[in-house]
């Protein structure tokens, strides 16, 4: 075994590897002049010959590992500064040299580079421990706002470990990718840095799911042969296509999803296998100016037919990443039956998108290896401005209060089932993530599936969860979600809907409900009444009681979504929602409108807490409120058991009979009846 640990030293070739890195960074460097190869050449010899004694766990040389992390971090085309410090990264921490003789030799920046990389390595993040987990963040984003190429060396560290980690022990490794896959995966994504975000996503699956990992790669493997003849002719045709409107173009590739990625999609929309996501292949195309993505989007687009809903426009309006580029979907593209994604861009967002902000410095005009300060501040992740106005002032204690309290220790990243992460605070609910996404989506949320499972709207979101809102046209905001919402975007919509509510509509319902009682009165002679039927009540608003009629124009019935207008006789005239009426009349005279049938349920059980709770949320979820509630003992039974009745307002148009099956699903429950109701 020590001979065979020996062989394997022996076998990496340490000269090959020095020379490999010169050639990457003379294939893209623009300057790479004989000053700049010295200080590499340097930086690797140095950082070899500190190393020298150390060994990894596999048993190989240690310096294999600046090296190897090098390699991953040249692929985002990094300045040479950046190169340097990724080579001497360990340096400071695992051998005698200190920093100050790292600044001696390589710089200032080096030296703040090699520790800003080492401080955030040494805090590890377990999952309970929550305040360690922020110190990470905490050191990552004060390091960063300092400069930025910090996480650039950080990520390149972090994927070469992860790749390494077969010779950990199981709970560390476990350890590594879950921290891994929760701070460094959307730190990659939110820069821009994919091919980054990628890898890391792909390893920790593999670490934290092997057998699923082994899985969905036998299953890819077997469509490779189909989906290779595929990308061959969807080019030749997208390529001909373009040729005929003679649009220059500069490439069109054929990418593959990685497998995290597909894997996070069959969970979020319940797919079982490979086959069935259909965006395992798509294309980039590249082109020079901007005009001309717009160009090939018509061109495409009358060619093949796009997606409804799925054109979007981040060259306009770029994403606060600064990421910018075409998207549609294409059905029929070279007779696929499936619809496939394209992107079209030009060749210097295709830059930004592929290297993100590392490789920015390379197409300055100028002769330096600066950063572009600007990129980092379009980014908005690192509280940038935070830390530099008061870093200098502020003793350290104080100065990390700040940070925490303004940007880091309460917030989460979740995602939208697209992957664009949203930052929120520690505590915020799925009615906070559907206000972030759009007010509109806000106000009408009914209900959201959190990493693929219905929950309830008022569930508190964790870090990296993926968040799907569903939404209902006749939903409003309700007065009870300011119990809970966390984010003050969500509270002031919430609360301006509210007051608007309250204005339009309590006013003259409250002030002149006498003499709208009489005019319901004068009304029904004329031959328009209201629904007769005993068992349902009106709900406008929110509130019950409210005098009314139902629109002969489209003759609502309780099976169909409602909306009530408050007519200029100071009653509400209730249409369907989809009546054509509707479009012609003012938004703001417009209220929700219900009808509510009281029902009853009963369910016996052993263990009621519990139970109960869980009944709630199925409850909350499809907005059903209780009426009245009953908790009997079955005192002769000889195990005690609990008889709980219900009495629920229900809405109508709900589907009563899956509402059922779904409490009947609830562990614990011995049996559920339907039970007569007064109104019944
Ligand atoms: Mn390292």
Not at 3 to 31: R, V
Not at 300 to 326: A, C, E, I
């Amino acid at each position: 075994m020590m001979s065979g640990m020996h062989t394997t030293s022996e076998a990496y070739d340490f000269k090959a590897g020095i020379e490999q890195i010169i050639a990457e960074l003379q294939l893209y460097y623009p300057h790479f002049n004989e000053r700049r190869e010295e200080k590499v050449r340097k930086a690797y010899w140095y950082s070899f010959d500190a190393h020298k004694e150390q060994k990894r766990f596999s048993g190989e040389p240690y310096f294999m590992h600046p090296v190897e992390a090098t390699k991953i971090l040249l692929t985002i085309r990094p300045d040479v500064d950046t190169v340097c410090a990724c080579l001497l990264h360990d340096v400071i921490e695992d051998t005698p040299i200190t920093a100050d003789e790292i600044e001696e030799t390589f710089g200032q920046s080096i030296r703040f580079l090699c520790e800003g990389v080492e401080k955030v390595s040494k805090v590890n993040l377990r999952d309970d421990q929550r305040g360690q987990k922020l110190e990470t963040l905490k050191k990552l984003f004060l390091a960063v706002a300092q400069d930025i190429r910090v996480i650039f060396v950080k990520l390149a560290d972090r994927i070469h470990n992860l790749q390494t980690l077969d010779h950990v022990r199981p709970q560390k490794r476990q350890r590594i990718a879950q921290e891994s896959q929760k701070i460094y995966a959307p730190i990659a994504q939110k820069l821009g840095l994919f091919a980054f975000k990628n890898q890391i996503e792909d390893l920790c699956f593999q670490h934290l799911h092997p057998a699923v990992y082994a899985i969905l790669q036998d299953e890819l493997a077997a469509h490779f042969v189909e989906q290779e003849t595929f990308i061959r002719r969807a080019k030749k045709a997208i390529t001909e296509e373009l040729k005929a409107h003679k649009i220059p173009l500069i490439e069109i590739t054929g990418r593959r999803k990685n497998i995290a990625s597909i894997y996070s999609k069959m969970k979020r929309k319940n797919l079982h296998s490979v086959s069935e996501v259909y965006d395992l292949v798509g294309f980039r195309i590249v082109t020079k100016k901007d005009e001309m993505c717009y160009r090939i989007l018509g061109a495409l687009h009358r060619k093949w037919t796009p997606m409804v809903g799925r054109f979007k426009d981040y060259v306009s309006v770029p994403k606060p990443n600064g990421y910018q580029s075409l998207h549609t979907t294409l059905l029929g593209l070279s007779g696929s039956k499936v619809p496939t994604e394209i992107q079209i861009r030009t060749e210097k967002m295709n830059l930004d998108a592929e290297y993100g902000p590392a490789a920015h410095w390379a197409y300055k005009t100028k002769r330096s290896s600066n950063f572009d300060e600007d990129y980092v501040k379009r980014t908005e992740w690192f509280p940038t401005e935070i830390a530099r106005s008061h870093a200098s002032e502020k003793p350290a204690d104080e100065f990390y209060d700040q940070i925490t309290q303004s940007v880091l220790d309460d917030r989460i990243y979740v995602f939208t089932p697209k992957g664009d992460p949203i930052s929120l605070q520690v505590g915020a609910s799925a009615v906070d993530f559907a206000y972030a996404v759009h007010t509109q989506v806000g106000h009408t949320i009914v209900g959201a599936k959190i990493n693929g499972v219905m929950r309830p709207i008022s569930t508190q979101l964790e870090n990296g969860q993926i968040v799907e809102i569903l939404t209902k046209k006749s939903q409003v905001p309700r007065e009870a979600w300011l119990s809970f919402v966390k984010t003050s975007t969500a509270r002031q919509a919430i609360n301006a809907h509210l007051n608007r509510q309250r204005k339009a509509e309590q006013m003259p319902v409250k002030n002149q409900l006498n003499e709208l009682k009489t005019q319901v009165q004068k009304l029904r002679p004329m031959g328009i009444k209201p629904k007769p039927n005993e068992q349902t009540r009106l709900i406008i608003g929110g509130e019950g009681g409210i005098p009314h009629r139902l629109a002969s124009c489209c003759s609502p019935k309780t099976s169909d979504e409602l909306v009530a207008y408050k007519s200029r006789g100071l009653q509400f005239l209730v249409h369907k929602a989809d009546c054509d009426e509707l479009r012609k009349l003012l938004p703001e005279r417009m209220l929700s409108a219900e009808f509510i049938a009281q029902r009853g349920i009963k369910i016996v059980t052993q263990n009621r807490v519990a139970l109960l709770r869980d009944v709630l949320d199925v409850l909350a979820e499809s907005d059903v409120s209780i009426a009245d509630m009953q908790l009997n003992t079955l005192a002769n039974k000889d195990v005690p058991q609990s008889e709980i009745e219900l009495l629920l307002d229900v809405n109508t148009t709900l589907d009563w009979p899956g509402l059922l099956r779904k409490i009947d699903r609830i562990k614990g429950i011995h049996s559920l009846s339907e039970v007569k109701t007064v109104a019944q």
